[in-house]
Protein backbone atom coordinates (compact mmCIF):
# COMPACT_ATOMS: atom_id res chain seq x y z
CA UNK A 1 0.00 0.00 0.00
CA UNK A 2 2.55 2.28 1.21
CA UNK A 3 3.93 3.03 -2.77
CA UNK A 4 5.37 6.43 -3.61
CA UNK A 5 2.14 8.93 -2.55
CA UNK A 6 1.56 10.78 -5.19
CA UNK A 7 0.23 13.05 -8.32
CA UNK A 8 1.90 11.85 -11.26
CA UNK A 9 0.66 14.27 -13.74
CA UNK A 10 0.32 12.88 -17.43
CA UNK A 11 2.35 16.22 -18.76
CA UNK A 12 5.44 14.99 -16.77
CA UNK A 13 4.89 11.03 -17.80
CA UNK A 14 5.30 12.58 -21.15
CA UNK A 15 8.24 14.70 -19.86
CA UNK A 16 9.62 11.12 -18.48
CA UNK A 17 8.87 8.98 -21.96
CA UNK A 18 12.70 9.91 -23.61
CA UNK A 19 14.18 8.34 -20.01
CA UNK A 20 11.76 5.85 -19.83
CA UNK A 21 12.61 5.05 -23.33
CA UNK A 22 16.93 3.81 -21.90
CA UNK A 23 14.87 0.82 -20.12
CA UNK A 24 13.66 -0.97 -23.77
CA UNK A 25 14.69 -0.29 -27.41
CA UNK A 26 13.52 1.05 -30.98
CA UNK A 27 9.98 2.54 -31.32
CA UNK A 28 10.28 1.39 -35.53
CA UNK A 29 9.27 -0.61 -36.85
CA UNK A 30 9.54 -4.81 -36.44
CA UNK A 31 8.14 -7.69 -37.82
CA UNK A 32 5.14 -8.46 -36.31
CA UNK A 33 4.67 -11.64 -33.96
CA UNK A 34 1.77 -13.78 -34.68
CA UNK A 35 0.74 -16.71 -32.51
CA UNK A 36 3.95 -19.17 -33.21
CA UNK A 37 3.71 -21.88 -35.27
CA UNK A 38 6.06 -23.74 -32.72
CA UNK A 39 4.30 -22.54 -29.17
CA UNK A 40 1.78 -25.11 -28.17
CA UNK A 41 -0.03 -24.33 -25.11
CA UNK A 42 0.84 -24.48 -22.08
CA UNK A 43 0.20 -23.73 -18.27
CA UNK A 44 1.57 -20.17 -16.85
CA UNK A 45 1.30 -19.41 -13.02
CA UNK A 46 1.41 -15.56 -12.33
CA UNK A 47 2.01 -14.20 -8.77
CA UNK A 48 2.03 -10.55 -7.89
CA UNK A 49 3.68 -9.56 -4.45
CA UNK A 50 4.24 -6.44 -2.81
CA UNK A 51 6.71 -7.05 -0.20
CA UNK A 52 7.58 -3.96 1.24
CA UNK A 53 10.40 -2.81 2.72
CA UNK A 54 12.30 -4.63 0.48
CA UNK A 55 10.66 -7.98 2.29
CA UNK A 56 13.31 -7.30 5.36
CA UNK A 57 10.62 -5.21 7.91
CA UNK A 58 10.00 -9.08 9.23
CA UNK A 59 11.57 -11.77 7.96
CA UNK A 60 13.16 -12.14 4.19
CA UNK A 61 12.75 -16.01 4.64
CA UNK A 62 9.12 -15.94 4.90
CA UNK A 63 9.02 -14.23 1.73
CA UNK A 64 10.95 -17.07 -0.14
CA UNK A 65 8.57 -19.54 1.88
CA UNK A 66 5.71 -18.01 0.74
CA UNK A 67 6.80 -17.68 -2.89
CA UNK A 68 8.24 -21.04 -2.73
CA UNK A 69 4.73 -22.52 -1.40
CA UNK A 70 2.83 -20.84 -4.06
CA UNK A 71 5.39 -22.12 -6.58
CA UNK A 72 4.59 -19.70 -9.54
CA UNK A 73 6.25 -18.95 -12.65
CA UNK A 74 6.89 -15.75 -12.63
CA UNK A 75 6.53 -12.96 -9.74
CA UNK A 76 6.15 -9.38 -9.81
CA UNK A 77 7.58 -7.40 -6.92
CA UNK A 78 6.44 -3.49 -5.67
CA UNK A 79 8.93 -2.17 -2.65
CA UNK A 80 11.34 -5.34 -3.45
CA UNK A 81 14.08 -1.78 -3.12
CA UNK A 82 17.34 -4.14 -4.55
CA UNK A 83 16.39 -7.54 -2.89
CA UNK A 84 14.53 -8.85 -6.25
CA UNK A 85 17.97 -10.87 -7.35
CA UNK A 86 18.59 -12.01 -3.68
CA UNK A 87 14.67 -13.38 -3.78
CA UNK A 88 15.73 -15.12 -7.36
CA UNK A 89 18.78 -16.46 -5.37
CA UNK A 90 17.18 -17.94 -2.44
CA UNK A 91 14.87 -19.25 -4.73
CA UNK A 92 17.21 -20.60 -7.21
CA UNK A 93 15.62 -19.26 -10.07
CA UNK A 94 18.74 -18.05 -12.80
CA UNK A 95 16.45 -15.16 -14.13
CA UNK A 96 15.47 -11.69 -12.32
CA UNK A 97 15.26 -7.71 -13.03
CA UNK A 98 16.18 -5.48 -10.48
CA UNK A 99 15.07 -2.68 -12.88
CA UNK A 100 11.62 -3.90 -13.31
CA UNK A 101 11.24 -6.00 -10.00
CA UNK A 102 10.53 -9.49 -11.73
CA UNK A 103 11.80 -12.83 -11.44
CA UNK A 104 10.83 -15.95 -13.69
CA UNK A 105 11.91 -19.12 -14.22
CA UNK A 106 12.08 -18.09 -17.92
CA UNK A 107 14.32 -16.06 -19.90
CA UNK A 108 13.38 -11.91 -19.32
CA UNK A 109 13.92 -10.04 -22.39
CA UNK A 110 13.58 -6.09 -22.41
CA UNK A 111 12.16 -5.84 -25.88
CA UNK A 112 12.95 -3.26 -28.47
CA UNK A 113 10.67 -0.86 -28.59
CA UNK A 114 9.32 -1.91 -24.82
CA UNK A 115 10.33 2.13 -22.86
CA UNK A 116 10.94 0.24 -20.23
CA UNK A 117 7.56 -0.94 -19.62
CA UNK A 118 7.27 -4.47 -19.93
CA UNK A 119 9.47 -7.29 -20.64
CA UNK A 120 8.88 -10.48 -22.46
CA UNK A 121 9.71 -13.93 -21.04
CA UNK A 122 10.90 -16.11 -23.78
CA UNK A 123 8.29 -19.67 -22.51
CA UNK A 124 9.68 -21.58 -25.20
CA UNK A 125 12.29 -21.23 -28.41
CA UNK A 126 11.00 -18.53 -30.02
CA UNK A 127 8.20 -17.96 -28.31
CA UNK A 128 6.50 -15.30 -25.40
CA UNK A 129 4.43 -14.03 -23.13
CA UNK A 130 4.81 -10.05 -22.45
CA UNK A 131 4.58 -8.95 -18.45
CA UNK A 132 4.22 -5.27 -17.38
CA UNK A 133 4.66 -4.86 -13.90
CA UNK A 134 3.35 -1.29 -12.18
CA UNK A 135 2.93 0.54 -8.95
CA UNK A 136 0.88 3.29 -8.78
CA UNK A 137 -0.13 6.18 -6.29
CA UNK A 138 -1.85 5.47 -3.23
CA UNK A 139 -2.89 8.58 -1.74
CA UNK A 140 -5.45 9.88 -1.58
CA UNK A 141 -6.78 6.23 -1.17
CA UNK A 142 -10.18 6.33 -2.63
CA UNK A 143 -11.31 3.91 0.17
CA UNK A 144 -10.10 6.07 2.70
CA UNK A 145 -12.28 9.20 0.83
CA UNK A 146 -15.36 6.65 1.12
CA UNK A 147 -15.23 6.30 4.66
CA UNK A 148 -14.43 10.07 5.61
CA UNK A 149 -17.78 10.91 3.94
CA UNK A 150 -16.88 12.38 0.46
CA UNK A 151 -19.17 11.66 -2.29
CA UNK A 152 -18.90 9.29 -5.27
CA UNK A 153 -18.29 12.22 -7.60
CA UNK A 154 -14.76 13.29 -5.15
CA UNK A 155 -13.83 9.91 -4.99
CA UNK A 156 -13.54 9.28 -9.08
CA UNK A 157 -12.40 12.88 -9.38
CA UNK A 158 -9.62 12.22 -6.81
CA UNK A 159 -9.04 8.77 -8.89
CA UNK A 160 -8.88 10.17 -12.22
CA UNK A 161 -6.48 13.17 -10.80
CA UNK A 162 -4.03 10.54 -8.82
CA UNK A 163 -3.77 7.41 -10.17
CA UNK A 164 -5.08 7.24 -13.86
CA UNK A 165 -2.66 9.19 -15.40
CA UNK A 166 0.01 6.73 -14.00
CA UNK A 167 -1.05 3.65 -15.76
CA UNK A 168 -1.88 5.59 -19.39
CA UNK A 169 1.06 4.80 -20.87
CA UNK A 170 0.62 0.69 -20.22
CA UNK A 171 -2.58 1.01 -21.75
CA UNK A 172 -1.40 2.42 -24.91
CA UNK A 173 1.84 -0.09 -24.97
CA UNK A 174 0.82 -3.49 -24.23
CA UNK A 175 -2.96 -3.90 -26.50
CA UNK A 176 -1.06 -3.79 -29.42
CA UNK A 177 1.33 -6.81 -28.21
CA UNK A 178 -2.18 -8.92 -27.17
CA UNK A 179 -3.90 -7.94 -31.21
CA UNK A 180 -0.10 -9.58 -32.15
CA UNK A 181 -1.13 -12.65 -30.39
CA UNK A 182 1.09 -12.35 -27.57
CA UNK A 183 -0.55 -13.13 -24.26
CA UNK A 184 -0.29 -9.89 -22.02
CA UNK A 185 -0.07 -9.79 -18.15
CA UNK A 186 -0.43 -6.44 -16.24
CA UNK A 187 -0.11 -6.99 -12.98
CA UNK A 188 0.88 -5.14 -9.43
CA UNK A 189 -0.54 -2.68 -6.50
CA UNK A 190 -2.92 -0.61 -8.07
CA UNK A 191 -3.94 1.63 -4.61
CA UNK A 192 -7.45 1.10 -6.52
CA UNK A 193 -10.47 -1.48 -5.86
CA UNK A 194 -12.14 -2.62 -8.83
CA UNK A 195 -15.67 -1.42 -10.05
CA UNK A 196 -16.36 -5.40 -10.14
CA UNK A 197 -15.93 -5.00 -6.16
CA UNK A 198 -18.31 -1.90 -5.80
CA UNK A 199 -21.65 -3.06 -7.34
CA UNK A 200 -25.27 -2.23 -5.31
CA UNK A 201 -24.99 -5.72 -4.17
CA UNK A 202 -21.81 -5.00 -2.31
CA UNK A 203 -22.98 -1.90 -1.07
CA UNK A 204 -23.46 -1.85 2.52
CA UNK A 205 -21.68 -5.23 3.14
CA UNK A 206 -18.47 -3.12 4.72
CA UNK A 207 -18.88 0.08 6.24
CA UNK A 208 -17.16 2.39 3.84
CA UNK A 209 -18.73 1.05 1.07
CA UNK A 210 -21.79 3.11 1.14
CA UNK A 211 -22.32 3.32 -2.81
CA UNK A 212 -21.41 1.93 -6.37
CA UNK A 213 -18.39 2.94 -7.84
CA UNK A 214 -17.16 2.97 -11.27
CA UNK A 215 -13.19 3.06 -10.75
CA UNK A 216 -11.43 4.67 -13.09
CA UNK A 217 -8.47 2.39 -13.51
CA UNK A 218 -10.13 -1.00 -13.66
CA UNK A 219 -12.73 0.34 -15.67
CA UNK A 220 -9.84 2.12 -18.39
CA UNK A 221 -7.83 -1.27 -18.13
CA UNK A 222 -10.65 -3.22 -18.88
CA UNK A 223 -11.68 -0.61 -21.57
CA UNK A 224 -8.42 -2.03 -23.36
CA UNK A 225 -9.00 -5.74 -23.26
CA UNK A 226 -7.49 -6.97 -20.36
CA UNK A 227 -9.80 -9.41 -17.73
CA UNK A 228 -9.39 -9.56 -14.62
CA UNK A 229 -8.10 -12.91 -13.61
CA UNK A 230 -9.43 -12.85 -9.99
CA UNK A 231 -12.85 -12.34 -11.29
CA UNK A 232 -13.06 -14.95 -14.20
CA UNK A 233 -12.16 -17.14 -11.68
CA UNK A 234 -14.75 -15.58 -9.38
CA UNK A 235 -17.17 -13.67 -10.73
CA UNK A 236 -19.18 -13.05 -7.56
CA UNK A 237 -18.05 -10.49 -4.95
CA UNK A 238 -20.15 -11.26 -2.37
CA UNK A 239 -19.00 -14.94 -2.38
CA UNK A 240 -15.08 -14.16 -3.10
CA UNK A 241 -13.90 -11.04 -1.91
CA UNK A 242 -10.03 -12.09 -2.52
CA UNK A 243 -8.65 -8.62 0.05
CA UNK A 244 -5.01 -8.31 -0.93
CA UNK A 245 -4.50 -5.37 1.81
CA UNK A 246 -4.44 -5.17 4.71
CA UNK A 247 -2.78 -7.85 5.81
CA UNK A 248 -2.18 -8.75 9.45
CA UNK A 249 1.20 -8.88 9.84
CA UNK A 250 3.95 -7.93 13.10
CA UNK A 251 4.27 -4.57 13.86
CA UNK A 252 7.13 -3.01 12.52
CA UNK A 253 9.24 0.24 12.93
CA UNK A 254 7.66 2.49 10.07
CA UNK A 255 4.68 2.26 8.01
CA UNK A 256 1.38 0.19 10.18
CA UNK A 257 -2.08 0.10 8.77
CA UNK A 258 -4.17 0.52 11.51
CA UNK A 259 -6.83 -1.92 12.41
CA UNK A 260 -9.62 -0.09 11.09
CA UNK A 261 -8.19 0.93 7.73
CA UNK A 262 -10.21 0.09 4.84
CA UNK A 263 -9.51 -3.63 3.36
CA UNK A 264 -9.88 -4.19 -0.58
CA UNK A 265 -8.87 -5.81 -3.66
CA UNK A 266 -6.14 -3.52 -4.91
CA UNK A 267 -3.42 -6.01 -6.05
CA UNK A 268 -4.01 -7.29 -9.64
CA UNK A 269 -3.38 -9.30 -12.62
CA UNK A 270 -4.91 -9.09 -15.35
CA UNK A 271 -4.18 -10.46 -18.85
CA UNK A 272 -4.94 -10.16 -22.74
CA UNK A 273 -4.90 -12.38 -25.94
CA UNK A 274 -4.43 -15.42 -25.84
CA UNK A 275 -4.68 -16.07 -21.75
CA UNK A 276 -7.26 -18.67 -20.12
CA UNK A 277 -7.95 -18.00 -16.26
CA UNK A 278 -7.96 -21.11 -14.75
CA UNK A 279 -7.51 -20.73 -11.07
CA UNK A 280 -6.59 -18.26 -8.83
CA UNK A 281 -5.75 -18.01 -4.77
CA UNK A 282 -4.14 -15.94 -2.07
CA UNK A 283 -0.94 -16.45 -0.44
CA UNK A 284 -0.86 -14.51 3.18
CA UNK A 285 -1.03 -14.86 6.93
CA UNK A 286 -2.11 -18.32 8.53
CA UNK A 287 -6.15 -17.79 9.12
CA UNK A 288 -6.58 -15.13 6.53
CA UNK A 289 -9.41 -14.53 4.75
CA UNK A 290 -9.45 -16.88 1.52
CA UNK A 291 -5.59 -17.77 2.35
CA UNK A 292 -4.56 -20.85 0.26
CA UNK A 293 -0.98 -20.77 0.87
CA UNK A 294 -0.37 -19.71 4.63
CA UNK A 295 2.75 -18.23 5.90
CA UNK A 296 3.51 -17.45 9.60
CA UNK A 297 4.21 -14.37 10.07
CA UNK A 298 3.23 -12.95 7.18
CA UNK A 299 6.30 -10.56 6.04
CA UNK A 300 4.33 -8.06 4.67
CA UNK A 301 1.52 -5.56 4.35
CA UNK A 302 -0.11 -7.12 1.26
CA UNK A 303 -1.30 -10.55 0.64
CA UNK A 304 0.14 -12.08 -2.94
CA UNK A 305 -2.26 -12.81 -5.84
CA UNK A 306 -1.58 -15.51 -8.19
CA UNK A 307 -3.03 -17.10 -11.06
CA UNK A 308 -2.44 -19.94 -13.40
CA UNK A 309 -3.42 -19.56 -17.13
CA UNK A 310 -3.52 -21.76 -19.91
CA UNK A 311 -1.59 -19.27 -22.46
CA UNK A 312 -0.62 -19.88 -26.34
CA UNK A 313 2.35 -17.96 -26.71
CA UNK A 314 3.12 -15.58 -29.36
CA UNK A 315 5.95 -14.97 -31.77
CA UNK A 316 9.38 -13.88 -30.39
CA UNK A 317 9.64 -10.23 -32.01
CA UNK A 318 12.94 -8.95 -33.11
CA UNK A 319 14.88 -7.85 -30.27
CA UNK A 320 18.03 -7.25 -28.66
CA UNK A 321 18.37 -6.94 -24.83
CA UNK A 322 21.53 -7.10 -22.28
CA UNK A 323 22.00 -8.44 -19.37
CA UNK A 324 21.95 -5.51 -17.76
CA UNK A 325 21.61 -1.83 -18.13
CA UNK A 326 24.46 -0.18 -15.81
CA UNK A 327 27.98 -1.99 -16.32
CA UNK A 328 31.07 -1.07 -14.49
CA UNK A 329 34.40 -1.10 -16.87
CA UNK A 330 35.59 -4.01 -17.64
CA UNK A 331 32.38 -6.20 -16.59
CA UNK A 332 31.19 -8.66 -19.89
CA UNK A 333 28.20 -7.19 -21.78
CA UNK A 334 26.07 -10.53 -22.49
CA UNK A 335 23.94 -9.17 -25.40
CA UNK A 336 21.01 -11.25 -26.31
CA UNK A 337 18.96 -11.27 -29.47
CA UNK A 338 16.28 -12.71 -32.08
CA UNK A 339 16.42 -12.23 -35.38
CA UNK A 340 14.12 -12.39 -38.73
CA UNK A 341 16.10 -15.51 -39.57
CA UNK A 342 17.79 -13.35 -42.29
CA UNK A 343 21.72 -13.90 -43.25
CA UNK A 344 23.98 -11.19 -42.55
CA UNK A 345 23.01 -10.21 -39.22
CA UNK A 346 25.08 -8.78 -36.43
CA UNK A 347 25.06 -6.93 -33.32
CA UNK A 348 26.78 -3.63 -32.75
CA UNK A 349 28.25 -1.09 -29.75
CA UNK A 350 28.04 2.42 -31.30
CA UNK A 351 27.81 5.43 -28.26
CA UNK A 352 24.58 6.80 -27.55
CA UNK A 353 23.87 10.49 -29.40
CA UNK A 354 25.87 12.28 -31.96
CA UNK A 355 25.08 13.61 -35.58
CA UNK A 356 23.35 11.36 -37.86
CA UNK A 357 20.98 9.80 -35.68
CA UNK A 358 18.46 6.82 -36.36
CA UNK A 359 15.47 6.02 -34.22
CA UNK A 360 16.14 6.64 -30.69
CA UNK A 361 19.55 8.38 -31.06
CA UNK A 362 22.23 6.30 -31.55
CA UNK A 363 25.23 7.33 -34.37
CA UNK A 364 24.69 5.16 -37.52
CA UNK A 365 27.50 7.46 -39.42
CA UNK A 366 29.70 6.38 -37.14
CA UNK A 367 31.68 3.26 -37.30
CA UNK A 368 30.73 0.95 -34.73
CA UNK A 369 32.93 0.29 -31.53
CA UNK A 370 32.19 -3.30 -31.58
CA UNK A 371 30.67 -5.57 -33.80
CA UNK A 372 29.78 -9.72 -33.91
CA UNK A 373 28.33 -11.99 -36.37
CA UNK A 374 24.78 -13.26 -35.22
CA UNK A 375 24.82 -16.26 -36.93
CA UNK A 376 21.54 -18.12 -35.88
CA UNK A 377 18.29 -16.93 -35.04
CA UNK A 378 18.48 -16.70 -31.47
CA UNK A 379 21.59 -16.21 -29.59
CA UNK A 380 23.95 -14.57 -26.84
CA UNK A 381 26.82 -12.82 -27.31
CA UNK A 382 29.43 -11.42 -25.51
CA UNK A 383 31.25 -8.22 -25.53
CA UNK A 384 34.45 -7.37 -23.50
CA UNK A 385 34.02 -3.69 -22.27
CA UNK A 386 37.74 -2.84 -20.38
CA UNK A 387 38.79 -0.53 -23.82
CA UNK A 388 35.44 1.28 -23.66
CA UNK A 389 35.19 4.69 -21.62
CA UNK A 390 32.32 5.00 -19.16
CA UNK A 391 29.17 6.85 -20.63
CA UNK A 392 25.82 5.75 -22.50
CA UNK A 393 26.05 3.36 -25.45
CA UNK A 394 23.15 1.25 -27.37
CA UNK A 395 23.18 -2.71 -28.77
CA UNK A 396 21.95 -2.57 -32.40
CA UNK A 397 20.92 -5.63 -34.37
CA UNK A 398 21.67 -4.20 -37.79
CA UNK A 399 20.69 -5.92 -41.13
CA UNK A 400 22.26 -5.48 -44.63
CA UNK A 401 24.53 -1.91 -45.13
CA UNK A 402 23.57 -1.38 -40.76
CA UNK A 403 19.99 -0.98 -41.49
CA UNK A 404 18.92 -1.23 -37.90
CA UNK A 405 16.74 -3.45 -36.80
CA UNK A 406 16.11 -3.21 -32.96
CA UNK A 407 18.35 -1.76 -30.13
CA UNK A 408 18.88 -1.01 -26.47
CA UNK A 409 20.25 1.24 -24.40
CA UNK A 410 23.19 0.86 -21.55
CA UNK A 411 26.01 2.56 -19.65
CA UNK A 412 29.01 1.84 -18.79
CA UNK A 413 30.67 3.43 -15.62
CA UNK A 414 34.01 4.07 -14.19
CA UNK A 415 35.58 1.14 -11.64
CA UNK A 416 34.48 2.58 -8.28
CA UNK A 417 32.22 5.38 -9.10
CA UNK A 418 29.01 5.70 -7.15
CA UNK A 419 25.41 7.20 -7.85
CA UNK A 420 25.80 11.22 -7.37
CA UNK A 421 23.20 13.58 -6.98
CA UNK A 422 23.45 17.84 -7.33
CA UNK A 423 20.98 20.59 -7.71
CA UNK A 424 21.63 23.21 -9.82
CA UNK A 425 21.26 25.69 -7.35
CA UNK A 426 22.10 26.07 -3.33
CA UNK A 427 18.75 27.77 -2.83
CA UNK A 428 15.80 28.44 -4.33
CA UNK A 429 12.39 31.02 -3.68
CA UNK A 430 9.41 29.81 -3.17
CA UNK A 431 7.92 27.86 -6.39
CA UNK A 432 10.96 28.14 -8.43
CA UNK A 433 11.60 24.67 -10.17
CA UNK A 434 14.14 22.72 -9.05
CA UNK A 435 16.81 20.89 -11.41
CA UNK A 436 17.99 17.49 -9.69
CA UNK A 437 20.49 15.89 -11.84
CA UNK A 438 22.03 12.21 -10.94
CA UNK A 439 25.09 9.83 -12.06
CA UNK A 440 25.94 6.26 -11.78
CA UNK A 441 22.79 5.25 -10.55
CA UNK A 442 22.06 1.77 -11.47
CA UNK A 443 19.24 2.56 -13.78
CA UNK A 444 16.49 1.03 -12.03
CA UNK A 445 12.49 1.55 -13.61
CA UNK A 446 10.91 2.85 -9.71
CA UNK A 447 14.09 4.41 -8.18
CA UNK A 448 13.06 7.81 -7.41
CA UNK A 449 14.40 11.21 -5.76
CA UNK A 450 12.52 12.35 -2.66
CA UNK A 451 12.86 15.34 -1.17
CA UNK A 452 12.67 15.24 2.90
CA UNK A 453 12.79 17.92 5.17
CA UNK A 454 16.83 18.56 6.29
CA UNK A 455 15.61 17.50 9.71
CA UNK A 456 14.53 13.79 8.30
CA UNK A 457 17.00 10.75 9.55
CA UNK A 458 15.85 7.97 8.03
CA UNK A 459 14.00 8.24 4.27
CA UNK A 460 12.23 4.86 5.62
CA UNK A 461 10.67 6.00 8.55
CA UNK A 462 10.53 9.86 7.80
CA UNK A 463 8.20 11.11 5.48
CA UNK A 464 8.74 12.42 1.50
CA UNK A 465 7.31 16.07 0.59
CA UNK A 466 7.72 15.19 -2.76
CA UNK A 467 9.29 12.49 -5.56
CA UNK A 468 9.44 11.84 -8.93
CA UNK A 469 10.69 9.16 -10.58
CA UNK A 470 13.81 8.71 -12.58
CA UNK A 471 12.57 7.04 -15.72
CA UNK A 472 15.00 3.92 -15.15
CA UNK A 473 18.27 6.10 -16.78
CA UNK A 474 21.78 5.66 -15.18
CA UNK A 475 22.32 9.34 -15.60
CA UNK A 476 19.56 12.69 -15.82
CA UNK A 477 18.19 15.73 -15.40
CA UNK A 478 14.59 16.46 -13.74
CA UNK A 479 13.44 19.75 -13.44
CA UNK A 480 10.42 21.66 -12.25
CA UNK A 481 7.38 21.19 -9.51
CA UNK A 482 8.55 17.47 -9.18
CA UNK A 483 6.03 14.86 -10.74
CA UNK A 484 4.73 13.61 -6.51
CA UNK A 485 4.33 16.74 -5.97
CA UNK A 486 1.03 15.96 -3.23
CA UNK A 487 -2.02 17.78 -3.07
CA UNK A 488 -3.80 16.73 -0.05
CA UNK A 489 -7.07 18.10 1.22
CA UNK A 490 -5.91 16.65 5.19
CA UNK A 491 -4.43 19.35 7.24
CA UNK A 492 -2.29 17.14 8.86
CA UNK A 493 0.07 16.64 5.65
CA UNK A 494 -0.62 20.17 3.82
CA UNK A 495 0.65 20.88 0.65
CA UNK A 496 4.16 20.74 0.61
CA UNK A 497 4.18 22.49 -2.52
CA UNK A 498 5.07 25.03 -2.93
CA UNK A 499 8.28 24.58 -0.29
CA UNK A 500 8.08 26.64 1.93
CA UNK A 501 11.14 28.74 3.40
CA UNK A 502 13.48 26.20 5.23
CA UNK A 503 16.21 23.60 4.89
CA UNK A 504 15.71 20.32 3.06
CA UNK A 505 17.55 17.16 1.63
CA UNK A 506 17.35 15.14 -1.81
CA UNK A 507 17.94 11.48 -1.94
CA UNK A 508 18.44 9.47 -4.73
CA UNK A 509 16.37 6.29 -3.13
CA UNK A 510 16.52 2.17 -4.71
CA UNK A 511 13.98 0.09 -6.60
CA UNK A 512 10.71 1.56 -5.19
CA UNK A 513 12.02 1.43 -1.59
CA UNK A 514 13.58 3.95 0.93
CA UNK A 515 17.38 2.64 0.85
CA UNK A 516 19.01 6.61 -0.40
CA UNK A 517 22.21 6.23 -2.19
CA UNK A 518 22.84 9.43 -2.92
CA UNK A 519 21.99 12.86 -1.39
CA UNK A 520 21.90 16.75 -1.79
CA UNK A 521 21.14 19.60 0.04
CA UNK A 522 19.27 22.78 -0.74
CA UNK A 523 16.93 25.92 0.65
CA UNK A 524 14.22 27.63 0.12
CA UNK A 525 14.33 31.46 1.13
CA UNK A 526 12.13 34.25 1.71
Not at 30 to 57: C, D, H, Q, W
Not at 451 to 470: C, E, F, G, H, M
Request: glycine residues 10%; proline residues 9%.
Amino acid sequence: MRSLSAIVGLAVLLALASLAAACGGASGDSPAATPSPRATPMTLKVMEFNIEYGGTGIDFAKVVEAVKAADPDVVGLEEAETNTGRLAKALGWKYYSNGMQLLSKYPILEASGAEGLYVLLEVQPGACVAVSNVHLPSEEYGPHLMRVGKSAEEVIANEERVRLPAIQRQLEVLPPLADKGIPVFLIGDFNAPSQRDYTSAVVGTRDYVKYVVQWPVSKAVEAAGFRDAWREVYPDPLTSLGLTWWAARPRVAGWNPGPNAPQDRIDFIYAAGPANALAAQLAGERGGPEVAFPVQPWPSDHRAVMATFEVVPGTLPTLVATNERLLTVGRPLEVTYHTPGWTGVKVELRLWGGDGLFFGGSDVSAPPLAVQAAPSTDGTLTFPTQALAPGAYAAVLVGENRAPLAYTRFWLRAKGAKPELSTDKPSYSPGEPIEVSWENAPANRWDWLGVYRASAADPSVDYYLIWQYTGGAASGTVSGPPAGTLALDDTAWGKPWPLPPGKYKVYYLLADGYRAVAAASFTVTM
